[in-house]
């Protein structure tokens, strides 16, 4: 499969020759050329298909870490695995509201609405902690362009056209910026990387926020815009597309070695996005709810701007509830001891107060 190629996602799940589903798993590690410990978690499973299948299905955020969590969840349990479909938050939450999945995933919780379409009480848990970067690819320029939170605005919202530009040649002096198009690139599916990115937008720009607004899909201005579908997507538009720009969750810049920018947060500081400077935004905000839960834009010498958590989405009441109950117990495991993980795919751990949040809403579950 070469770089960037994506199948249609009826075509996601395959059976290999060791009878164990691989949900696009080998897929987006093709497609992205992050195969090291994809390919390795395939090469080691089972070899028979284990006894209970619990489904899952949303956010391609989530998706690095799941992968590796569950599967480290199988080795442990070698008689239930996890199957991820990572469709975009949209997506999950529509299957989730479906009820054809155990459980949605999405980096912003439900709102009124979804909750009412839900057709039962829904439970909501903080389940990943990470940072969208600002990608970019320009032949010749390295990583660490500065890009200020309003030009970043001015970019999305097609005011700022060209790579040369002097909003940008003014944070950047000394760098050879090109007389070159600057391609917008989004996702295109409902999003909660979306969310993130463009409640960080209306946070520092109130043109952005009462011309387009915050959500998880929303109608993108700049004329050269152009969308991928899902984290990968995104990702393999802006590797592919000289001249263009990009959000994308961190472990998917890290991984894929992409070029990205130093962004300056409210405090003025030019910051990385990295597992320590999301960890700072997140300190800023101890307690996370459901209903209150953005950590964009926060104020401190070494915050992330554009940093967020993700959401797992549950029944309070399962039709079904031995499955109910295995389901919990998976859920109570990733939000705690699982959290090492995390750091090992490019994750922020979840603070200690936030898993105990967790806990908390879990121990609503029946």
Known sequence: MATGEHREE???TDTGSHGRKATRRLVLGAALGCTAWYGTMLAGAPAALAATQIVGAGSTFDFPFFSKAFYDYTEKH???TVNYQSIGSGGGIQQFTAKTVDFGASDVPMNSAEL????????QIPITLGGAGVAYNLPGIEKGMHLTREVIADIYLGKITKWNDPAIAKLNPGMKLPDM?????HRSDGSGTTYIFTDFLSSVSPEWKSKVGTNKDVQWPAPS?????????????VKQTPGSIGYVELAYLLQNQMT??????KAGTYVYP????????????????????????????????ISGYSWVMLYKAPADPTRGKLVKEIMTWLATDAQPIAKTVDYVPLPENVQK??????????
């Open 260 to 265: 990205y920018a130093q962004v300056q947060n």
């Open 116 to 123: 009412t379409r839900a057709g039962g009480p829904v439970l």
């Open 357 to 366: 949040t967790a806990l908390s809403v879990l121990g609503e579950m029946q």
């Open 181 to 185: 198009a600057i391609t917008v690139v």
């Open 10 to 12: 009826e075509d996601l």
């Open 225 to 237: 815009s152009v969308g991928g579908k899902g984290n990968e997507g995104v990702a393999g538009l």
């Open 274 to 305: 990295s597992v320590d400077t999301v960890a700072a935004a997140a300190a800023t905000k101890p307690d996370v709810s459901s209903t209150n839960f953005s950590i964009v834009d926060t104020s401190c010498a070494q915050c992330y701007p």
């Open 78 to 80: 070698p008689d239930v």
